[in-house]
T-cell receptor, first 113, second 110 residues
Framework: DAGITQSPRHKVTETGTPVTLRCHQTENHRYMYWYRQDPGHGLRLIHYSYGVKDTDKGEVSDGYSVSRSKTEDFLLTLESATSSQTSVYFC????????????FGPGTRLTVL | DAKTTQPPSMDCAEGRAANLPCNHSTISGNEYVYWYRQIHSQGPQYIIHGLKNNETNEMASLIITEDRKSSTLILPHATLRDTAVYYCIVGGSGTYKYIFGTGTRLKVLA
């Protein structure tokens, strides 16, 4: 299995609180991604990174920001959490080559009360 | 980005082949077809991918039609552990932004 960890694995927070989720990889892959998964929606891309300090938006980026200061870490921040951001968040990595698969982390379950 | 259409659910008898179809009629010439599965609440697991030719690995086979508008994932001898949601995705044309649909929920029956 690809070396991807996410922390925390579970978090309960209150509306309006800032929250940061961390994705850490040991594979030295160039690309990293954050997805959220909600019932009836499959996985939806929030943001992705194509290198250190290089990030771009996905299809559901509103209310989220990301940062990547090192190859191995990709942080997802909810500046002011809302109940609509209650979800399971998955990080993924890929080498970024044409036809290259993504490897997913175990997920973080976030509940915003 | 191209999108895909999959049946919402399928059943398969244990030991039999499971054939999961996917339509991707708007696929671009340089886009790959990927298959992933998600068992319970775990992170999605890569299964196989292809561009034009049929592909086989230790987990499954991927059959892509000549016009590339549809494909079929084949699990040759399904087991109870293959019960999962299977996602067909097209992408990889430089942006690496997958669009996941809701997938096919495969239930393997004993």
């Amino acid at each position: 299995d690809a070396g991807i960890t996410q922390s925390p694995r579970h978090k309960v927070t209150e509306t309006g609180t800032p929250v940061t989720l961390r994705c850490h990889q040991t594979e030295n892959h160039r690309y990293m991604y954050w997805y959220r998964q909600d019932p009836g929606h499959g996985l939806r891309l929030i943001h992705y990174s194509y290198g250190v300090k290089d990030t771009d938006k996905g299809e559901v980026s509103d209310g989220y920001s990301v940062s990547r200061s090192k190859t191995e870490d990709f942080l997802l921040t909810l500046e002011s959490a809302t109940s609509s951001q209650t979800s399971v968040y998955f990080c993924a990595i890929s080498q970024g080559l044409e036809g290259n698969e993504q490897f997913f982390g175990p997920g973080t379950r976030l509940t915003v009360l | 980005d191209a999108k895909t259409t999959q049946p919402p659910s399928m059943d398969c008898a244990e030991g039999r082949a499971a054939n999961l179809p996917c339509n991707h009629s708007t696929i671009s010439g340089n886009e790959y077809v990927y298959w992933y599965r998600q068992i319970h609440s775990q992170g999605p697991q890569y299964i196989i991918h292809g561009l034009k030719n049929n592909e086989t690995n230790e987990m499954a086979s991927l059959i892509i039609t000549e016009d590339r508008k549809s494909s079929t994932l084949i699990l040759p001898h399904a087991t109870l552990r293959d019960t999962a949601v299977y996602y067909c995705i097209v992408g990889g044309s430089g942006t690496y932004k997958y669009i996941f649909g809701t997938g096919t929920r495969l239930k393997v029956l004993a």
